[in-house]
Structure formats: C-alpha cells, structure tokens
C-alpha cells in the first residue's frame, strides 16, 4: 500500500530533512513507486506539486529536497496502486475548497465495495477510491456546518464519519485545511513531537544527519507524522488502531 507523510508546526518550517528519506520509499528502499505529491499551506494558499513517476527518481522530488519550502502545515504521498490506474489525476494528495479554505487529503489503504453517494458539490476528477473518500468527507462535513467550526468541533465530527468509511477497509489518512492536521490510523501510523530542547536525528531510508538545535530556536515545535518512522535514532508513537489524532502548531491536541 501507499506511505504518507505530514508536518504539523507553530512556525513556517523546511520538510526537506524529513522527505529527502520519505522519497527514498518511493522506488528505492521500498517499491512504492506509482506516483507520488506533495502540498504545502502557504497562509491560506496551497502549493501543490504531483508526478506520477517514482519519487526516488523524480525531478520534482530533486527540487522539493533541495528547495526549502517552508510552510507549517504538509502533507505528502507515495503511492502504491490499487484502485485506479497510474496518472496524474490519481496521484494524492487531493485538494479542495469548502467554506472558502483549502482542504488537502492523502490516504493508505484499500477500500473495498466502496461507492458512497455523492450529490453535492464534491466530485473526484480521477478513479480512486480514496479521492471518492475525500468529496464524501467534505460533503458531509458541509452537511454538517454551514461554516468552517472550531477544530475541537470538526474533530468530534470527523470522528462520527471517518468510521463508516474505515469499514470498508483500511483507511490511513492525513486531512489538512491549513490550520490543523489531522490524522486516521487503520493500519500503520506514527508521530513525533520535536521540541526544545532540540537533537540530531539520523534518516532511515538515506545517509543523512541534522542537528535540530543549529536550525531551530527554543521556542519552536514539529510534529511529524509518517506510515513509518523516517528516523533511526527518534523515539517515535505508534497509533492505536481505529484512532484520529489532531495536531495544532506543532502539538497533538487533547480533543
């Protein structure tokens, strides 16, 4: 299946560290090689890129680890093919607008049977089942509130959707609006805090080391969160399955 990976921070920070190993998964040191995203919040702007190559080999992926975009909510994918054939327009993460902000979803898993009834403004433009995921998700949380709620109050209510999809298989997500992220395990996922006082960290996909404390100051935290961890020497948490997490400003949140 597919591998994810997000970054959750109270300050505009550079991925690169933590894609550089991320994009080794991708036809590498792991055969997820149908392509493969990444999108960054920018304020209320998305920049989004997507190739349906394998990272590993990307040109795009070169120029995302070399280029420090710097942003504090992002989400990205490699994907493994299940449903849908390997294009552009299957490539995750997806995006969409709802209640004038930007909504980016990446999902691992494998929904089996699964055809939900869209009848509203949310429709995939390719055939996965995971971007069908995506427009049910947004039309019910539309259903729900007539305008963007608080983030304690969109989590209790992805909390009464996100299982009447996750029973029709596994359903690993990262869900983003550019204020939080929030994060679905079925299967496999885990997160890290980092906070001050800051220390290295070695990849486990790639020969490369950083010391946090040289690019960071005492008052910044970044969570990460990845299908699996992308550091050696990081002690990381595992989800619970069936257990949706929220991240605020670097933190995971008590919701």
């Given amino acids: 299946m597919c591998q994810l990976l997000g970054m959750n921070c109270n300050t505009?920070?550079?991925?690169?560290?933590?894609?550089?190993?991320?994009?080794?998964r991708g036809g590498r040191t792991d055969h997820h090689a149908d392509g493969w995203g990444i999108a960054f919040f920018e304020g209320r702007g998305a920049r989004v890129f997507?190739?349906?190559?394998?990272?590993?080999?990307?040109?795009v992926a070169a120029l995302i680890r070399s280029y420090p975009i710097k942003s504090r909510n992002v989400?990205?994918?490699i994907r493994k093919a299940t449903v849908g054939a390997v294009t552009l327009e299957n490539c995750h993460p997806f995006v969409r607008e709802l209640w004038g902000r930007y909504?980016?979803?990446?999902?691992?898993g494998d929904l089996k049977d699964y055809a939900p009834r869209l009848h509203g403004h949310f429709h995939p433009v390719g055939s996965?089942?995971?971007?069908?995921?995506?427009?049910?998700?947004?039309?019910?949380?539309?259903?729900?509130?007539?305008?963007?709620?608080?983030?304690?109050?969109?989590?209790?209510?992805?909390?009464?959707?996100?299982?009447?999809?996750?029973?029709?298989g596994s359903f690993n997500l990262l869900l983003s609006n550019g204020e939080a992220l929030w994060a679905h395990a079925s299967t496999h996922l885990s997160y890290i805090e980092r906070r001050h006082p800051f220390a290295s960290a070695r990849l486990a996909d790639e020969d490369l080391?950083?010391?946090?404390?040289?690019c960071t100051t005492p008052s910044d935290?970044?969570?990460?969160?990845?299908?699996?961890p992308l550091t050696c020497d990081e002690r990381w948490t595992a989800f619970e399955p069936g257990s949706l997490k929220v991240f605020?400003?670097?933190?995971?949140?008590?919701?």
């Fill in 209 to 214: 080391s950083i010391n946090f404390a040289d």
């Fill in 128 to 168: 996965t089942d995971s971007e069908h995921a995506f427009c049910w998700l947004l039309q019910e949380l539309a259903k729900a509130h007539a305008d963007v709620p608080p983030v304690a109050e969109l989590t209790r209510t992805l909390r009464e959707l996100l299982p009447q999809v996750a029973r029709h």
């Fill in 103 to 108: 909504w980016v979803f990446a999902h691992n």
């Fill in 12 to 24: 505009p920070t550079d991925v690169s560290f933590s894609f550089s190993g991320f994009a080794q």
């Fill in 50 to 59: 997507l190739d349906p190559g394998a990272a590993a080999d990307s040109p």
């Fill in 248 to 255: 605020v400003d670097g933190a995971l949140q008590n919701l």
């Fill in 75 to 77: 989400i990205s994918h």
């Fill in 221 to 228: 935290r970044v969570a990460v969160i990845a299908t699996q």
